[in-house]
């Protein structure tokens, strides 16, 4: 699923993580990237479809795409800096 | 932001108490952004995406939730390392169950301490009533957190501010005393009148705070992982699995973790490469995880356990495949446990 999603190559592994550690892990990984970086968050925990762009919103950063498998979450970002 | 604003770090913990104090400040101008401490026993955390039978619920972090309310940015730090040796050696010692509430309250008050001194802002604020809590909240304790935390008098408590000596920021006039509160004890009347005033009509009011910590049943099974492993040992697998499932200890040597409905099986089913695991073959049934040791004996129990909780539980024989941590697979054939003989005292 979603391959096509990720054409940054930048994809953060929060897969088997609960809430909010998928949005920790955003939160640090954001802080290596430069304004205008796309990257990919790959979840498991259904949560962080809202969670993680709750996030964003608070932190000015812009969500590109969501997308939704069974057992996966997928949400592509872009960093605003 | 003007020059001249002070920041204020206010510890957000998603209930209605931390968005009113941090409001109050707001509505005086000061630039305040939240903190949020990860504990790995925050109720906040994981147990929502966990069972289906809360799907219905909106899945959301209310920390995040209320700081997206106040217009605010939200800081999440994992402190679940650190706040192993709060857990394990409180000075102030425990309250009704493994809640080390002041210990894990000055913890935080001094983590906010370092993160204002790292990142320029200059006082704390905090969401406490005098006199709501037990063991925090009290007029003899709350200077305690000031004090042992090292934040001293740059440690404000907007909703009972005149209950208490004049902080720093008051002092310097960065904050107005006369527009702070005098919120005291238990009800939240006060609380909700002020939400109301404010405009806020959704909030989270969770029932003996954000820590799983406070909850007995909970306690019961840390205390019980503990006692098992002989050691106080914990990594964030164990304390996640102890809210999930029913926890049946047959032996002191092992215990079996049984889903109870599909979101947990689901949930369950990918610690299959941690710990062995049995689901029914035959019948439809739960996932199961076995944490510790067993010997042939013990794995024929720990089957006829799983038995009794699959659709199989009433057959002569139900047949289930034991996993073990590298995938190998074996099958086994049991005879039910009857109802009776899975003794009250196995459930932890």
């Known amino acids: 699923m979603c391959d096509d999603m990720n054409d940054s190559g930048k994809e953060l592994d929060a897969r088997n993580l609960l809430c909010p550690l998928p949005v920790i892990r955003t939160q640090d990984f954001v802080k290596n990237l430069e304004s205008g970086d796309e990257f990919v968050v790959r979840c498991t925990d259904p949560g962080a479809k809202s969670d993680i762009p709750s996030w964003c919103r608070i932190n000015g950063h812009k969500v590109i795409d969501i997308q939704q498998s069974e057992y996966e979450v997928l949400i592509k970002i872009q960093v605003v800096k | ?60 972090n209310n920390a995040l939730w209320v700081a997206e309310q106040l217009g605010i940015k939200l800081h999440i730090i994992d402190v679940i390392e650190e706040y192993k040796s709060v857990l394990l050696n409180p000075v102030h ?32 604020i905090t969401g406490e009533v005098m006199g709501q809590r037990p063991m925090s909240q009290r007029r003899d304790t709350m200077p305690v957190i000031a004090r042992e935390s090292g934040a001293g008098d740059l440690l404000l408590r907007p909703l009972c501010a005149k209950h208490l000596p004049e902080t720093y920021p008051e002092q310097q006039g960065w904050v107005d005393r006369e527009k702070l509160l005098s919120f005291h004890g238990r009800s939240r009347k006060p609380q909700m009148a002020l939400a109301e005033e404010m405009g806020f009509k959704d909030y989270s009011q969770p029932a003996g705070g954000c820590c799983f910590l406070t909850d007995a049943n909970y306690s019961a099974k840390l205390v019980d992982l503990w006692k098992a492993r002989g050691n106080r040992e914990y990594s964030l697998d164990d304390i996640i699995l102890l809210k999930v499932g029913r926890h049946i200890r047959p032996k002191p040597s092992f215990k079996l973790i049984v889903a109870r409905e599909e979101g947990e099986s689901r949930f369950l089913h990918g610690y299959r490469y941690r710990y062995k695991s049995l689901t029914t073959i035959s019948h439809a049934g739960p996932v199961v995880l076995i944490i510790g040791e067993l010997d042939a004996e013990d794995l024929v129990l720990a089957a006829q356990i799983t038995a009794r909780f699959s659709q199989g539980r009433d057959d002569s024989e139900v047949t289930l495949q034991l996993e073990d941590s590298e995938n190998k697979k074996q099958s086994v054939t049991v005879v039910p446990i009857k109802a009776d003989k899975v003794l009250p005292e196995w459930y932890v």
């Open chain 2, 1 to 60: 932001m003007s020059k001249n604003t002070h920041k204020a770090i206010s510890l957000i913990s998603g209930g209605l108490d931390s968005m009113l104090s941090t409001q109050l400040l707001l509505d005086q101008g000061v630039h305040v952004e939240g903190i949020n401490f990860f504990t790995g026993f925050c109720v906040e955390g994981h147990t929502h995406a966990i069972r289906k039978k809360d799907k219905k619920k909106e899945k959301r």
């Open chain 2, 93 to 124: 010692g425990y309250g009704q169950n493994m809640n080390p509430c002041l210990d894990c309250k000055g913890f935080m008050v001094r983590k906010a301490l370092e993160w204002i001194k790292e990142n320029d802002f200059d006082f704390i």
